[in-house]
């Protein structure tokens, strides 16, 4: 069964950290493009960020560029997110996705994503 499954999330104040993991079962990342998007109550969801699958490119939503790092270990199967500076307006359910397509650069991230996870929670509040 192929998965891929979150981690990391939880209660942080407000300028603090966190590293978010994503880890593949049933299949191999290296050749898949990695999303981090993430959805607050009432909001649709965002795309975060991105990383190609060869060449490790990386996409940031302006929102998140400068605070937020995305990186890859294929050996490991796990993409990880590490957030940094967190504001409350970051408090969200983090999802991960894996597309074999590039990342999405800004343009509307709808259709990516073959294979999803279930979300990890981000709380920032002091």
């Known amino acids: 069964q192929l998965q891929l499954v979150e981690s990391g999330g939880g209660l942080v104040q407000p300028g603090g950290s966190l590293r978010l993991s994503c880890a593949a079962s049933?299949?191999?990342?290296?050749?898949?493009?990695i999303g981090w998007f993430r959805q607050a109550p009432g909001k649709e969801r965002e795309g975060v960020s991105c990383?190609?699958?060869?060449?490790?490119?990386?996409y940031y939503a302006d929102s998140v560029k400068g605070r937020f790092t995305i990186s890859r270990d294929n050996a490991k199967t796990t993409v990880y997110l590490q957030t940094s500076s967190l504001k409350p307006e970051d408090t969200a359910v983090y999802y991960c996705?894996?597309?074999?397509?590039?990342?999405?650069?800004?343009?509307?991230?709808?259709?990516?994503?073959?294979?999803w996870g279930r979300g990890t929670q981000v709380t920032v509040s002091s």
């Open positions: 049933g299949f191999t990342l290296d050749s898949y493009a």
């Open positions: 996705a894996a597309d074999p397509r590039a990342c999405w650069y800004g343009q509307s991230w709808y259709g990516f994503g073959a294979y």
């Open positions: 990383i190609e699958s060869t060449n490790r490119i990386t």
